[in-house]
């Protein structure tokens, strides 16, 4: 599965949640990848508003949003996404913390 690949492919889809441009040509960068669960920043190149975004890849092969059951990704998900780290105002690696970390 090439994650950034689809996520390059999808990025076009959806917009800065600061600036509203387009996030076609937004830089991606894998931060974090541990078995099916990969961490990804995603910086605009228009305003450099950075958040970070949490997939899951199934076994079949589909790519599919961390924050919902076995929903497919959806540009609604990612806009509730942005919409959520637009208002987040912590540092941005405490997004990082593995989940298991806190349970
Ligand atoms: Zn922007």
Redesign the pocket.
Known sequence: MDIMGFLRQRAGDFR??????SLADCELRQLAHQGPHYTVQVT??????AFLVALEVQGGGATEADTKERDPISADELLELHRQLADYEGPLTALLEPRQSRD
């Open positions: 800065c949640p600061v600036c509203r441009r605009c190149r228009h305003c450099s508003m």
